[in-house]
C-alpha cells in the first residue's frame, strides 16, 4: 500500500485548485462537493454531493509524458470499477456507452508537480442532453460501492500503474479500450476526420488510419473521439 496522506473537505471550490496548495508526493485532496468543479475544455464539471471528486498530485513528473499519466489514470478506474466498464480515448470511462467518469490533468510549479483529478458519479449524474455522450452513474447501472472503498481501491491501482513501463500501461489501456479495429469520427478544433482506430503509440497518440493515400496514419494528440 503507497503511503497517499488524503485530505478530506465537505466543499470546494474544485479538488484540483485546493491541490495546487500542496507539495508532497501522493497528497490526495477529496472534497463531498464542488462548487466550481472544472471538466476539459473549460466545461463544467458538475458536483454534487453523492459524486467522488478527488485529485492526487504527484511530485516531479516526466513533463515529456503526461499523456501516459492520463492512460494510467482511466486503466486504473477501469479496472477498479466492477462492471464493464471501457475507456474511451483518451480518459473518458464508459459503461455501456455511457460516461461515468471524467479525468483532468493540470500542473503546477515550484516544485513541479502534476495533478490528476478523477470525478466519478457515484450516485448522480448530469441529465444534461448537450453532452457528447449520455452520463451515467454506478447507482444507474445497479453498481453499489462505498465512496471510500472506491478511493482506497483506486488510489491503489494508480499507484501500481504509475510502477509500470508507458508500453505497459498502453497494452493494458488498449484490452480496456472502445473502438480499436473500428471505423470512428475525430473531431479536432478546427477539422473532421474518418478512419480507422489503429491504437495508440508510445506516448499515448491517437493513431488513425485514413483513405490518405501518401500518408494513411495520422497522429492524433488530442480530440473527440465517436463511434
Ligand atoms: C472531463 O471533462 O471529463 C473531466 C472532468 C474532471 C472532473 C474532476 S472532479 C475532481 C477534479 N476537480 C475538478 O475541478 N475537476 C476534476
Given at each position: 500500500?503507497?503511503?497517499?496522506?488524503?485530505?478530506?473537505?465537505?466543499?470546494?471550490?474544485?479538488?484540483n485548485?485546493?491541490?495546487?496548495?500542496?507539495?508532497?508526493?501522493?497528497?490526495?485532496?477529496?472534497?463531498?462537493?464542488?462548487?466550481?468543479?472544472?471538466?476539459?475544455?473549460?466545461?463544467?464539471?458538475?458536483?454534487p454531493?453523492?459524486?467522488?471528486?478527488?485529485?492526487?498530485?504527484?511530485?516531479?513528473?516526466?513533463?515529456?509524458?503526461?499523456?501516459?499519466?492520463?492512460?494510467?489514470?482511466?486503466?486504473?478506474?477501469?479496472?477498479?470499477?466492477?462492471?464493464?466498464?471501457?475507456?474511451?480515448?483518451?480518459?473518458?470511462?464508459l459503461?455501456?456507452?455511457?460516461?461515468?467518469?471524467?479525468?483532468?490533468?493540470?500542473?503546477?510549479?515550484?516544485?513541479?508537480?502534476?495533478?490528476?483529478?478523477?470525478?466519478?458519479?457515484?450516485?448522480?449524474?448530469?441529465?444534461?442532453?448537450?453532452?457528447?455522450?449520455p452520463?451515467?452513474?454506478?447507482?444507474?447501472?445497479?453498481?453499489?460501492?462505498?465512496?471510500?472503498?472506491?478511493?482506497?481501491?483506486?488510489?491503489?491501482?494508480?499507484?501500481?500503474?504509475?510502477?509500470?513501463?508507458?508500453?505497459?500501461?498502453?497494452?493494458l489501456?488498449?484490452?480496456?479500450?472502445?473502438?480499436?479495429?473500428?471505423?470512428?469520427?475525430?473531431?479536432?478544433?478546427?477539422?473532421?476526420?474518418?478512419g480507422?482506430?489503429?491504437?495508440?503509440?508510445?506516448?499515448?497518440?491517437?493513431?488513425?488510419?485514413?483513405?490518405?493515400?501518401?500518408?494513411?496514419?495520422?497522429?492524433?494528440?488530442?480530440?473527440?473521439?465517436?463511434?
Open positions: 500500500m503507497t503511503d497517499f496522506t488524503i485530505h478530506k473537505f465537505p466543499s470546494l471550490k474544485s479538488t485548485d485546493t491541490a495546487k496548495d500542496y507539495t508532497d508526493n501522493f497528497s490526495v485532496i477529496v472534497a463531498d462537493k464542488q462548487t466550481q468543479g472544472k471538466g476539459r475544455r473549460g466545461k463544467t464539471w458538475i458536483s454531493e453523492g459524486g467522488l471528486y478527488v485529485s492526487i498530485i504527484i511530485t516531479n513528473p516526466d513533463l515529456s509524458n503526461l499523456g501516459i499519466y492520463s492512460l494510467a489514470a482511466a486503466l486504473s478506474l477501469c479496472e477498479v470499477i466492477p462492471a464493464k466498464a471501457k475507456i474511451k480515448w483518451p480518459n473518458d470511462v459503461i455501456e456507452g455511457k460516461k461515468v467518469s471524467g479525468i483532468l490533468l493540470e500542473t503546477a510549479t515550484n516544485p513541479s508537480r502534476l495533478i490528476i483529478g478523477i470525478g466519478i458519479n457515484i450516485n448522480t449524474f448530469p441529465k444534461d442532453n448537450l453532452l457528447s455522450y452520463a451515467t452513474s454506478l447507482k444507474n447501472e445497479n453498481i453499489t460501492i462505498a465512496k471510500d472503498e472506491l478511493l482506497t481501491s483506486l488510489l491503489n491501482q494508480l499507484a501500481h500503474n504509475l510502477t509500470l513501463s508507458p508500453q505497459q500501461i498502453i497494452a489501456w488498449q484490452k480496456n479500450a472502445m473502438g480499436i479495429g473500428k471505423n470512428i469520427k475525430v473531431t479536432l478544433a478546427k477539422d473532421t476526420l474518418f480507422v482506430f489503429k491504437g495508440l503509440d508510445a506516448k499515448g497518440n491517437l493513431i488513425l488510419s485514413t483513405k490518405n493515400k501518401e500518408k494513411p496514419d495520422k497522429t492524433i494528440p488530442c480530440g473527440e473521439i465517436y463511434f
